[in-house]
């Protein structure tokens, strides 16, 4: 049985940091408890993307996105703010029930949407409150609601009642973010691809089932190399999307920069003759209106 969601308030936080001054995640130690300075609320020169190849060599340091340098496998604050601009409006429910240190919830209080997050680490949740600690330097969290739970079991969350999913799961065990003190059930331990794949089933059904009719899904998902070979993650991943009922309204192509171990794999590349893999997939799938798939017939026939 998957764990229950358990809501973690700021009563809680405060708890928590008095016994602990930072969180290990995959080896890295990352600060919290301490005052967040805030030099930019919101990001310079930003524009919306127009197509479907999204590159970011400069990572949003705005807000509090800076501070989560350390947390391994978190993503570029731009695109959870393109997502967000484009697929929602002021006031609606953004989810992501991956929400490791907060990079969505951050983003979703600054355009003003109400954000929900749940992450099966407490650590990453407390990181997640941390960083969510700013708003005209108060300490509330503004409207974001975080968990400690599964992606697999969203029982607090009812049928058809959100905007929109913006998410970022692990890709299998390329980063195991309880490392450190292993979590029952948490994907990033899983050591099978095929058990990967199942788990991650039941987390699309969870998605179909809490997301409105109409709405979109947004999920970053890259690939993996097993022995020189490619392991297409993503492409399994959306396969089950569509399985599942979700149509497929954009597959943008994100480029990865500086990536912590470039170095060591790209002279691996050479000596064992593979290429790196330097982009990612950020599938956007819709659920549909009402059952009714006629105008997608043309993105569902092979």
Same mark, same amino acid.
């Given at each position: ?80 703010? %393109? ?53 005209? %330097? ?165």
């Amino acid at each position: 049985m998957y764990k229950n969601m358990e809501k973690i308030t700021l009563d809680d936080y405060t708890e928590y940091v008095k016994l602990h001054k930072n969180v290990t995640i995959e080896k890295n130690i990352i600060k919290i408890g301490e005052k967040n300075i805030i030099n930019e609320l919101e990001p310079e020169n930003f524009n919306l993307g127009i197509d479907n190849v999204w590159s970011f060599p400069d990572r949003g340091k705005w807000c509090t996105h800076y501070l989560n340098a350390r947390y391994r496998g978190n993503y570029a604050p731009q695109i959870p703010r %393109n997502i967000i601009l484009r697929y929602s409006k002021e006031n609606d429910t953004v989810l992501d029930p991956f929400a490791g240190s907060g990079t969505t919830l951050i983003e979703a209080k600054l355009l003003n949407r109400h954000g929900i997050g749940i992450d099966i680490n407490l650590g990453s949740v407390m990181i997640a409150i941390d960083r969510l600690k700013f708003n005209n %330097n108060d300490n509330t969290l503004v409207d974001q609601e975080i968990f400690h739970g599964d992606a697999r079991f969203l029982d607090k969350i009812e049928d058809n009642s959100i905007d929109l999913i913006m998410t970022h799961p692990p890709y299998a065990n390329i980063i195991s973010y309880s490392e450190e003190n292993i979590i029952e059930d948490d994907l990033s331990s899983i050591k099978s691809i095929n058990q990967y794949y199942e788990e991650m089933d039941k987390v699309i059904k969870e998605i179909y089932r809490v997301l409105k009719n109409g709405k979109y899904c947004a999920i970053l998902i890259g690939d993996s190399r097993k022995n020189g070979h490619h392991i297409p993650l993503s492409f399994k991943i959306m396969n089950l999307f569509l399985k599942e009922g979700f149509i497929l309204k954009e597959d943008i192509i994100k480029i990865q920069h500086n990536t912590k171990t470039w170095n060591y794999w790209s002279k691996m590349s050479i000596k064992n003759n593979f290429l790196l893999l330097a982009y990612e997939h950020l599938f956007l799938f819709e659920k549909p209106l009402n059952n009714d798939l006629s105008k997608y017939k043309y993105s569902m026939e092979s």
